[in-house]
């Protein structure tokens, strides 16, 4: 068994033990929902982008997370924001994920939004929609983490959209279900 290293060794040795392809194939193998994240920036511009970094912390009071790259060219945008919200993408959305994972000037550009908390662009027909208030920021390496309290909530019977391997896929459902 490898040795463990510890939280706060020198990240130059961190590199140095791990092939980063390598070890970013293997965070890879752990299958995910896809979520499109977006904010209001300080000069009112509508900022989003798609994230897999998603996940649930409390239901009382009721929190997610999700983190952010401290290199992204939106971060200062979340850092700043009062709000956020999640959506979670069904699979017929992958065009609108590719769309927010993009490059592209004005990801919103001829999308009919709804306006949540302090002029929040909402996307409309989302699997799940989390409304949020930023509740807490934690430095997570080389991301920002941001935890929001569940203000607001949609959710719709429909597909999930699944990453798994740097792919897009969708989620084949077995008979047998978790729920009593």
Known sequence: MQP????????AAVEAAFDRRVLRNALGAFATGVTIVTTRGP????VGLTANSFSSVSL??????WSLSRTSS????????AHFAVHVLSAEQVALSARFASKVADRFEGLVLERGPGGLPMLPDCLARFTCRMAHQYAGGDHVIFVGEIVDFHHAARAPLVFHGGRYGTLLAETASLDP
């Open 60 to 65: 009382d009071p009721p929190m997610v997370l």
């Open 4 to 11: 463990r290293t510890p939280c706060h060794a020198d990240p």
């Open 74 to 81: 939106s971060i200062d945008a979340f850092r700043d924001g």
């Open 43 to 46: 000069t009112g511009a509508d």
